[in-house]
């Protein structure tokens, strides 16, 4: 049975992957184009613990820190802001990038994974209907699977062949584009009565802002899915400066450059015969937050069982088929359906969301669900009928909600016949069927 698998980049989901298979004796080699002390931003985000706890990899417990929750601010209004409940001992594991990258690529190495760096990845090899192989500036190299964790832009997917059916691009408003850094906290200020404060934009600036107070410093995180320019940015920074006097100018870390994430459903199909995507390359996020390292990791422990599965060494879009289908059935489908409220944004204004907060249709107890990693489907079934009987009726007052959120709910129904055409056991035919129903599904809603 052939054991050689090649990784392509070295994603959060490819090394969890790459860490389980050395384990069982597969020869795993990462092929990455950053050198090692370059990998990761140097800013700590927070991960819920069921990216740990479900992909088996242990929580550094100097990490482990209690959840702060969140409170929402509309800008331009004078709408009070709005916090999440209190769900009481709530965790996350919050940790530096840099630092997670050192942890995960040392259990890697100690697994006995290979790591070749300063390599960058031009294309995927393909020969008749497989991914053999990666050309790249080391000369080419082949193996018998092919795992793309080359993020967002991903020169394999790409550049995959057309009858693979798998979507080799982002599309209008998939992508978040984000600017993140770290400024001084001025203690003559007043200290701010929130730590952490996300600040929503609407229309022409759709997208959201968010200030995190430390101790002798603040968090600053942009993101808009218009082009973020030096003028806007600064534009953006004098608006939170304005919310949050206690925010200095000078720039203790971060800062760098634009990095877009993709703020999307996920591939339709993530495999073929010698390939499977995963983390950004998959667009495996949380489409409202943005986030994906949980996600990706529990997706690298899904791909890694499916591949010890494949006794025969197969490695094919048949064989790889249960790992797609797994990470829906656990993740993959909340994500969509997400993504489906997500697409509210382009078209939200600011009465709107004065009306949702105002009148309390969206709660403090709501943002705490949605806060959560629960399906949405839980969320909504964990509304008590008195709950539904008083946001409806808050409802009718305003027609633009109204017809806004009746228009979501009908796509998520409309979603979850689509949804039943993804079939466990695989064919061809099925496969294509699925993709074609999904992706039409999403770009249709987009209109």
């Excluded at 798998?166 to 600017?179: M, N, Q």
């Excluded at 993140?180 to 600040?199: Q, T």
């Excluded at 796509?411 to 035919?429: D, G, P, T």
């Amino acid at each position: 049975m052939s054991k050689n698998i090649i990784i392509a980049g070295a994603g959060h989901g490819g090394l969890v992957a790459g860490y389980y298979l050395a384990q069982n004796g597969y020869t795993v080699t990462v092929y990455e184009k950053n050198k090692k002390n370059h990998l990761g931003y140097p800013q700590a985000d927070a991960i819920h613990l069921d990216g740990f706890e479900e992909s088996g990899i242990p929580i550094p417990e100097e990490y482990k820190v209690k959840r702060t929750p969140i409170t929402f601010s509309v800008l331009g209004t004078d709408l009070p802001p709005v916090t999440q409940g209190d769900s009481g001992d709530t965790y996350n594991v919050e940790i530096d990038r840099k630092a997670l990258y050192r942890y995960l690529i040392g259990m890697a190495e100690e697994a006995g994974v290979r790591f070749v760096y300063n390599c960058e990845i031009f294309a995927p090899i393909v020969l008749g209907s497989r991914v053999a192989g990666l050309k790249t500036s080391r000369g080419d190299v082949y193996g018998d699977l092919i795992v793309d964790a080359c993020g967002l832009y991903s020169p394999v997917r790409s550049q995959l062949p057309e009858f693979m059916n798998i979507t080799r691009e982002p599309g209008p408003f998939d992508v978040l584009h984000t600017w993140r850094a770290y400024f001084s906290r001025l203690k003559h200020a007043p200290a701010p009565e929130h730590k952490y404060v996300v600040s929503l934009m609407h229309g022409d600036n759709c997208g959201l802002l968010w200030a995190i107070t430390n101790e002798d410093s603040v968090d600053v995180f942009v993101g808009t899915f218009n082009d973020l320019t030096k003028e806007n940015l600064d534009d953006k920074l004098a608006l939170l400066r304005q919310e949050n006097p206690h925010l200095g100018r000078k720039l203790l870390k971060g800062g760098e450059g634009v990095v877009d994430i993709p703020i999307r459903q996920p591939l339709s199909i993530m495999v073929a015969d010698g390939y499977a995507a995963i983390g950004d390359a998959a667009f495996m996020t949380i489409p409202i937050k943005g986030s994906g390292i949980g996600y990706s990791m529990r997706a690298g422990k899904m791909l890694a069982e499916c591949v010890m599965e494949d006794e025969n060494g197969l490695y094919n879009e048949e064989t790889l088929w249960k790992y797609q289908v797994r990470y829906f059935d656990t993740v993959g489908s909340n994500s969509a359906v997400l993504a489906i409220i997500k697409n509210l944004f382009p078209t939200i204004t600011m009465d709107d969301l004065v009306y949702l907060f105002g009148e309390n249709i969206i709660s403090s107890e709501d943002l705490e669900k949605f806060g959560s990693e629960a399906g949405v489907a839980k969320i909504i079934a964990s509304l008590r009928p008195g709950e539904i009987k008083d946001k409806a009726k808050k409802l009718i007052g305003n027609q633009n909600v109204r017809r806004m959120l009746t228009g979501t709910a009908k796509n998520v129904a409309m979603f979850k016949i689509v949804e039943q055409s993804l079939k466990e056991n695989f064919s061809s035919a099925a496969a294509k069927k699925w993709a074609d129903a999904y992706d039409n599904f999403f770009e249709s809603i987009k209109e």
